[in-house]
């Protein structure tokens, strides 16, 4: 929650920390900077739009939180703890640095909502740790433990940090663990180093700097500032490197799109986008450098700030916030100021980003069960994350604002709380810079498994399978490939000459498809699927549906006819030709039947092909014996609109018609026909209700006695 406007100061206790805010601005033009009211600050920092304090809580206990500052700086949101700060029962407790205050904690913080931290050991006496805490409470480590007194935070941005430590000392740069798999961090001698989304740069010789990816550990740029010392103190923002040559020698910052220095004024600072702030401590000021035009301007006086006691008061008393364009600090009274630097920032950007794999198994096969993912920004966004599935229709929106990482997480439910179906599924990433200085577009695929079951999906890939019975009693799964074929498959051997097979959808919440089988004795069997991980044997563990099916010559499922969520059924009888409608249950069973046409024993073949014609209702063709071919749009209710001619002179040659589902992954169901001589053909469809010309996809499949 954001505060504007002067509040009271309302439940003040003692060691309480109590919010507020600006006087109410005089215009809207020209909004007054946010102030907070504390009861003390003991460390302090400033980073994606985050101020990070150390204070007592409520309890009296020291704590390190942090508040949402708008990108105007005018209002300030409720604080939100990150750590406890004070001494834990075993002695540990986070490393204080001398301050006015008299002991502070050393805070740095990474502009995606965490903050680093020097833990000292209880347990392991003499040694000390970095730590970066998160909201809750919980943190991540560099797996590295130190001397006492010898760890240091040299730099963080992101998930990527600098740290100096151990006797003799070594510094270490690397990104701690991300959704996916994180390289081995760069051990080196320390020198003067800061890090920007994935890139370290680094003090080498004089007045140069290098550049070294830290996922492939490769120079990948060098700059020469013109520095004449090796450098002391480096400061990445982006386009901008300032470099000194120690707090009292020469400063500059060199520009990587103009490939040049300039000179700006030494001293005690901190960088943000396009300036530089240092504390006057003789003139009891803070003073701005702007250089984002290529070139220093004359610095001018932002704010009011003693000498103190402490010769070097950065993240004790002020703060400058790298990824933004506002600056922090603490009056003699302990109210902190946020005051805005009004220098142009550069357009937003992405500074580094951790992308989750193309495949997901909402099951968690491979420990893929969700989609993982996200981005650095050069300063705080707000996204939305949005998924489409291969019919184009938005599954799934996710949205965020909380600093300059967008980070998605996305479990393969849709919004309506239900799972997505198995198939290619294309994602949107769109962030737009809080302070109205840009966008940015991210897109990509993900294929996804262990959701919804396609239609005719008996395998979990999205793509339409088949199932075949050959004269040898063989019922064979023929998984369908993206690219419109056949390859691979499951058996299951024993079954008897004149079993009928039906296709169906999951019936249960496994979110695999199951299997109807008609025996030949008229009794109807339903096998659960198993995602194609085995085939089908007679004896395998089923469900009987009833008896008396044999007087039926069709049985097939084009999927949910009736809108109730469930899979029905469509049968023929085979004396009178009249259709019956079978509408699914909760138990995987079928309600009474109805009758909803008569005397359709005009057609050779009839089968459900799923929804083909856009509206979201499963539709029947009908091939006649004349070669004509037709669609039966459902209806919704159970029942289908009169016949639509699709082909005139399709062909009589054709002994089997089977919808497949979606066979070559253009998110459009089609459809695959057997001719006389035992060749194979696949039809697309145009998602309109009809069909391109036939490819031929297979020979020799005159073998197999019945296609389902």
Not at 40 to 57: M, W
Not at 391 to 409: F, P, S, W, Y
Not at 485 to 506: E, N, R, Y
Request: proline residues 4%; glycine residues 16%.
């Amino acid at each position: 929650m954001f505060i504007r406007g002067r509040v009271a100061l309302v439940g003040a206790v003692a060691g309480a920390t109590v919010l507020a805010t600006a006087a109410v601005p005089a215009s809207a033009a020209d909004p007054a900077p946010a102030t907070v009211a504390t009861t003390g600050v003991y460390g302090l920092d400033f980073a994606g739009g985050r101020l990070v304090t150390a204070e007592r809580s409520a309890s009296g206990d020291r704590m390190v939180f942090d508040r949402r500052v708008s990108a105007d700086a005018t209002t300030v949101g409720e604080r939100q703890s990150l750590a406890f700060a004070g001494t834990y029962a075993n002695d540990a407790h986070l490393r204080t640095v001398p301050c006015d205050n008299g002991a502070c904690v050393d805070l740095m913080a990474s502009g995606h909502g965490d903050v680093g931290v020097v833990f000292v050991d209880g347990d392991d006496a003499g040694t000390e740790s970095v730590q970066f805490r998160a909201p809750g409470n919980s943190y991540h480590g560099t797996g590295t433990h130190y001397p006492a007194g010898t760890a240091r935070i040299v730099d963080t941005t992101g998930r990527a940090y600098v740290v100096n430590g151990g006797s003799p000392a070594k510094q270490q740069a690397g990104m701690y663990p991300g959704y996916t798999s994180t390289a081995d961090p760069v051990v080196r001698t320390p020198s003067a180093a800061s890090v920007w989304g994935t890139t370290l740069w680094a003090a080498t010789t004089t007045g140069a700097l290098s550049a070294t990816d830290l996922g492939t550990k490769k120079v990948v740029e060098t700059a020469a500032t013109g520095a004449p010392c090796v450098i002391k103190e480096v400061r990445a923002v982006g386009r901008w490197l300032y470099w000194n040559c120690g707090t009292t020698g020469a400063a500059g910052v060199y520009d990587r799109t103009a490939k040049k220095s300039f000179t700006v004024p030494s001293g005690p600072a901190l960088v943000g986008d396009g300036y530089l702030v240092r504390h006057d401590r003789s003139a009891g000021e803070l003073l701005l450098t702007d250089f984002h035009t290529g070139k220093a301007a004359a610095p001018r006086v932002i704010a009011a700030l003693p000498a103190g006691k402490t010769a070097d008061q950065r993240r004790l008393t002020w703060a400058v916030d790298k990824f933004g364009g506002d600056i922090a600090y603490l009056d003699a009274a302990q109210t902190l100021h946020v005051v805005p630097s009004g220098v142009p920032a550069q357009s937003l950007a992405k500074i580094a980003s951790d992308l989750g794999d193309a495949y997901m198994d909402i099951k968690g096969v491979d420990g893929l069960e969700s989609w993982n993912s996200s981005w650095q920004f050069n300063k705080p966004v707000s996204w939305t994350y949005a998924v489409k599935d291969w019919t184009g229709r938005t599954v799934r929106t996710l949205k965020g604002g909380d600093g300059t990482e967008a980070d998605v997480n996305w479990d393969g439910l849709t919004d309506a709380g239900g799972y997505t179906g198995n198939g290619t599924h294309t994602w949107t990433l769109t962030a737009t810079a809080e302070d109205g200085s840009g966008k940015y577009t991210a897109n990509g695929t993900i294929s996804v498994g262990g959701g919804k079951a396609g239609f005719h999906d008996q395998g979990r890939s999205g793509i339409g399978d088949l199932v075949t019975l050959n004269s040898h009693g063989d019922l064979t799964i023929q998984f369908g490939q993206g690219s419109g074929v056949f390859s691979g498959k499951a058996s299951g051997t024993g079954w008897p000459a004149g079993t009928l097979a039906v296709p169906f959808a999951d019936t249960g919440s496994d979110r695999c498809s199951d299997l109807f089988v008609r025996m030949p004795g008229g009794e109807l069997r339903r096998y659960e699927g198993n995602c194609g991980t085995s085939g089908y044997k007679p004896a395998g563990k089923h469900t009987v549906i009833g008896g008396g099916w044999q007087q039926y010559d069709v049985l097939t499922s084009p999927g949910d006819l009736n809108g109730d969520g469930r899979a029905d059924l469509v049968a023929r009888q085979t004396s009178t030709g009249d259709i019956y409608f079978y509408a699914g249950t909760a138990a995987g069973k079928f309600l009474p039947k109805t009758r909803i046409n008569t005397d359709w024993r005009t057609y050779a073949q009839i089968t459900g092909v799923g929804d083909i014609t856009g509206d979201g209702v499963p539709d029947l063709l009908g091939h006649d014996r004349n070669g004509g071919l037709w669609r039966y749009n459902g209806l919704g209710n159970g029942r289908f609109a009169p016949r639509v001619k699709v082909f005139s002179d399709w062909g009589s040659s054709y002994n089997a018609l089977i919808g497949v589902g979606d066979l070559n992954g253009d998110g459009r169901n089609d459809f695959v026909v057997r001719d006389s001589a035992g060749k194979l053909f696949r039809n697309n469809g145009n998602g309109k209700g009809s069909f391109g010309a036939r490819t031929q996809i297979a020979t020799g499949w005159q073998t197999y006695k019945a296609i389902f």
